[in-house]
């Protein structure tokens, strides 16, 4: 089993920056990826960025290219997501996410086995 714990949500005004952790514990040496999603009220959980656990390549979705960074510190078992140039449509609760699987579909939730508890962004405008 791996628990996750995130940490760093809040209220920013338009245009800020967040940076977000989550810290994984117990079997983190079965983790393939690690990767954040977020979830607007009344729409669907989806994908915001991944990494891998080893090798660091990471992926983003459009909406956040080049606006957030996902970044990882295997020694103490953490990965960030750096949030700048925020927007009122980044309000969402983020959530970290943990698979155990290599070739797995790392944009989608059900390509991922743990789930950390979530941590609310609010960007005012």
């Known amino acids: 089993q791996v628990q996750l714990v995130e940490s760093g949500g809040g209220l920013v005004q338009a245009g800020g920056s967040l940076r977000l952790s989550c810290a994984a514990s117990?079997?983190?040496?079965?983790?393939?990826?690690m990767g954040w999603f977020r979830q607007a009220p009344g729409k669907e959980r989806e994908f915001v960025a991944a990494?891998?656990?080893?090798?660091?390549?990471?992926y983003y979705a459009e909406s956040v290219k080049g606006r957030f960074t996902t970044s990882r510190d295997n020694a103490k078992n953490t990965v960030y997501l750096q949030m700048n140039s925020l927007k009122p449509e980044d309000t969402a609760v983020y959530y970290c996410?943990?698979?155990?699987?290599?070739?797995?579909?790392?944009?989608?939730?059900?390509?991922?086995?743990?789930w950390g508890q979530g941590t609310q962004v609010t960007v005012s405008s």
């Open positions: 117990g079997r983190t040496f079965t983790i393939y990826y």
């Open positions: 990494i891998s656990w080893s090798g660091g390549n990471t």
């Open positions: 996410a943990a698979t155990r699987r290599p070739y797995g579909s790392i944009r989608s939730p059900d390509g991922y086995d743990y």
